[in-house]
T-cell receptor
Framework: RKEVEQDPGPFNVPEGATVAFNCTYS??????FFWYRQDCRKEPKLLMS???SGNEDGRFTAQLNRASQYISLLIRDSKLSDSATYLC????????????FGKGTRLHILP | ETGVTQSPTHLIKTRGQQVTLRCSSQ?????VSWYQQALGQGPQFIFQ???????GRGNFPPRFSGLQFPNYSSELNVNALELDDSALYLC???????????FGSGTRLTVV
């Protein structure tokens, strides 16, 4: 099983709709999780941290489920500018372990 | 507050050559990690430096090496370049690995 798995998509979603992505991880030693957004030929940019209690930032909601080993990202009222690749990443508790990124989920918001 | 800067932005090298990529971490950050990103893939973790020591290494051969300097800037060195080394190389900095990592805009390396 791959360490961090994401559905590569693409997700083609009409503007204004709600879309959700999941990311599963196999390394239970991962301590911190984040969602990044990456535009074509650009660097990843931090979107939000992910906590077990869930956290919300405007139209974006992230959730961590440690028991089932997955994290989720929900985007409400999607905008054209949300079109990008969304990467999840697990950062280990042990500094000597690897930082694992998923391959990303491509999202296309359709006008 | 300056962000993460990488140099050069683009580079073309010949197979067998050696290359050094540079990264200046964001002000106040003491941790730098390096990634290789091939087209259509997620960033692959190469290694991380914390306070000038390597800690954490991905599945990359020893010809990938690095340094971190007292000002927390960093270098990635790749020896004996292979065609498959062609990729976007990203550097990211963080404070103790917490609160996520800030990425530089990357160096696009082409090996011919």
């Amino acid at each position: 099983r791959k360490e961090v798995e994401q559905d590569p998509g693409p997700f083609n979603v009409p503007e204004g709709a709600t879309v959700a992505f999941n990311c599963t991880y196999s390394n239970s030693a991962s301590q911190s999780f984040f969602w990044y957004r990456q535009d074509c030929r650009k660097e990843p940019k931090l979107l939000m941290s992910v906590y077990s209690s869930g956290n919300e930032d405007g139209r974006f909601t992230a959730q961590l489920n440690r028991a089932s080993q997955y994290i989720s990202l929900l985007i409400r009222d999607s905008k054209l500018s949300d079109s990008a690749t969304y990467l999840c990443v697990g950062v280990p508790m042990n500094r000597d372990d690897k930082i694992i990124f998923g391959k990303g989920t491509r999202l296309h918001i359709l006008p | 507050e300056t962000g993460v800067t990488q140099s050069p932005t683009h580079l073309i090298k010949t197979r067998g050559q050696q290359v050094t990529l540079r990264c200046s971490s964001q002000s106040g950050h003491n941790t730098v990690s390096w990634y290789q990103q091939a087209l259509g893939q997620g960033p692959q973790f190469i290694f991380q430096y914390y306070r000038e020591e390597e800690n954490g290494r991905g599945n990359f051969p020893p010809r990938f090496s690095g340094l971190q300097f007292p000002n927390y800037s960093s270098e990635l060195n790749v020896n004996a370049l292979e065609l498959d080394d062609s990729a976007l190389y990203l550097c990211a900095s963080s404070l103790d690995g917490s609160y996520g990592y800030t990425f530089g805009s990357g160096t696009r390396l082409t090996v011919v």
